[in-house]
């Protein structure tokens, strides 16, 4: 099993909700470090958090999907304690980016259930 590195949410940015693709931008370059330079599986940790944009889910898992497919994205990326409504904008995000992915699979996208 991978190493991994947690990036807890609430303590990031001290807020339940998160809404500005800026905030996902500085998660995003988190998630670049531990997966790209340090080898590891980056796990969000929502707990505290209530909910989420598309805007912020599309930073932090949709632009990954477009350019390395959603397989990449359940080797790498793993969330807890997120509540149904953040799973769902996750999901959606996936979803949507993986219509546009560099590496999208003839899968069918529909049944998405990735995070």
């Not at 905030?23 to 969000?44: D, P, Q, S």
Request: charged share 30%.
């Amino acid at each position: 099993m991978a190493q991994e590195e947690v990036i807890r949410l609430r303590d990031l940015f001290e807020c339940d909700f998160l809404g500005l693709r800026v905030e996902g931008e500085v998660v995003r370059e988190k998630m670049e470090e531990i997966i790209m330079k340090n080898g590891k599986v980056a796990v969000l940790d929502f707990e505290g958090v209530r909910g989420i944009t598309l805007s912020f889910g599309d930073e932090i898992v949709g632009i990954f999907t477009r350019a390395f497919g959603k397989e990449w994205i359940k080797r790498n990326v793993r969330v807890i304690n997120a509540n149904e409504n953040v799973r769902s904008i996750l999901n959606l995000s996936v979803k949507l980016a993986s219509k546009y992915s560099q590496k999208a699979s003839s899968s069918n996208v529909s049944s998405v259930n990735t995070l």
